[in-house]
Nanobody, 123 residues
Framework: QLPLVQSGGGLVQTGGSLNLSCVSSKPTFSSYSMGWFRQAPGKEREFVASIMWSGTSTDYADSVKGRFTISRDNAKNTVYLQMNNLRPEDTAVYYC????????????????WGQGTQVTVSS
């Protein structure tokens, strides 16, 4: 098991910034690649960003590239999602997820999930 607890999120105006965090109590966290996904009302959960277990490789959805940054601190068992220049279309519930070894774009490949946190961007 790899419990994941998220924090951050909230309400922000267009162009604003938010930082999401996802922390695990297990030291095995460092063996897992991490992903961030989001789900807007009435839509499928979609890939946002991922980071390799080692932190050496990251990947982003085209819609957030250049605005969002994923990072991790394995000493703190934490992964972050820094979101800048937010847009109303970024409004969604955001989830962190863990997958052993290599990351994936597919939500079905992830084994553990955080509880989700709401991000709302007002226009």
């Amino acid at each position: 098991q790899l419990p994941l607890v998220q924090s951050g999120g909230g309400l922000v105006q267009t162009g604003g910034s938010l930082n999401l965090s996802c922390v695990s109590s297990k030291p095995t966290f460092s063996s897992y690649s991490m992903g961030w996904f989001r789900q807007a009302p009435g839509k499928e959960r979609e890939f946002v960003a991922s980071i390799m277990w080692s932190g050496t490789s990251t990947d982003y959805a085209d819609s957030v590239k250049g605005r969002f940054t994923i990072s991790r601190d394995n000493a703190k068992n934490t992964v972050y999602l820094q979101m800048n220049n937010l847009r109303p279309e970024d409004t969604a519930v955001y989830y962190c997820a863990a997958k052993y070894y290599r990351p994936s774009y597919s939500k079905e490949d992830y084994d553990y999930w955080g509880q989700g946190t709401q991000v709302t961007v007002s226009s």
